[in-house]
């Protein structure tokens, strides 16, 4: 399916505007709530049980920002190993952003990130691809560990450009979930607005040039568009 072209008539002929498909990511290690968030942000509640997930999962919802729909697609991946080794290569295809989680109750799971990260980087995911570092469980927040950890997990975020989220999958308020999600889309959809209008400044200063090799609609299309 070629999302940025879902739907591009209506019933009389005229074009309708395209909806386009974001591909976001969540992964970090086992257990940290990785399901339980996809699952929220898409239906609104936290799951009576989920079991390991076993390769990915995906799930869906349909955004309307500022009149524009946009699908979100999440990757809820497999964060242990022997679940994950025959989908990596297809996790981190045509990927539009990447949500990293950790449990605030697993100081493991913060620590592993640089190998979550250092996968990123390996599959050619750069810097500029919008990320998000997302501290889970804060409901079962209780000590002054959890606080030394938030601490060094915002740094983090801040060191790399990811935005910081402490979130509950669980929690009453689903407000911080949907704001991981909901923010990542509206970067991936600003980002597609200054890219076109960086085309727009290219064709004026190219307008003695061969029109043909203005392929850049392509490219800008290639930079937010499908991923089947
Ligand atoms: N208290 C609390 N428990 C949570 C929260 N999020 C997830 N859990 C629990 O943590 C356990 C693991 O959650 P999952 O969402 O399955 O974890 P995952 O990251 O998808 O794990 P894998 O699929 O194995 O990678 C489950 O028992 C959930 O009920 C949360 O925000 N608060
Ligand atoms: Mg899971």
């Known amino acids: 399916m070629d999302s940025s072209l879902e739907s591009s008539t209506s019933s009389n002929g005229n074009p309708v ?6 591909k ?8 940290v709530g990785k399901t339980c968030l996809t699952h929220r942000f898409c239906t609104g509640q936290f799951p ?3 079991e390991a997930t076993i390769g990915v999962d995906f799930r869906e919802k349909l955004l309307d920002l500022e009149g524009e729909k946009i699908k979100v697609q999440l990757w809820d991946t497999a964060g242990q190993e022997r679940f994950r080794k025959s989908m ?3 996790y981190y295809r045509n990927v539009h952003g990447i949500v990293f989680v950790f449990d605030v109750t697993d ?10 990260m250092d996968e990123c980087r390996q599959h050619s995911l750069g810097v500029d691809i919008p990320r998000a570092l997302v501290c889970n469980k804060a409901d079962l927040v209780t000590s002054t560990t959890a606080s030394v950890l938030i601490d060094q ?7 790399h450009g990811m935005s910081f989220y402490i979130t509950s999958a669980k929690g009453r308020k689903g407000d911080q979930v949907d704001s991981i999600f909901v923010t990542l889309a509206q ?4 980002q597609r607005r200054e890219s076109v209008n960086e085309l727009v400044l290219q064709c004026r200063s190219e307008s003695f040039s061969i029109p043909a090799k203005v392929i ?3 490219e800008t299309k290639k930079k937010w568009t499908c991923i089947c």
Do not use: M
């Open 17 to 22: 505007r395209c909806r386009r498909t974001c």
């Open 24 to 31: 976001i990511i969540v992964i970090g290690d086992a257990g």
């Open 48 to 50: 009576s049980r989920t």
């Open 88 to 90: 990596v290569q297809h």
């Open 107 to 116: 100081p493991t799971s913060f620590c592993n990130l640089p190998i979550w």
């Open 153 to 159: 997990a915002r740094h983090l975020a801040e060191v």
């Open 187 to 190: 970067r991936l959809k600003s």
């Open 216 to 218: 850049t609609p392509q």
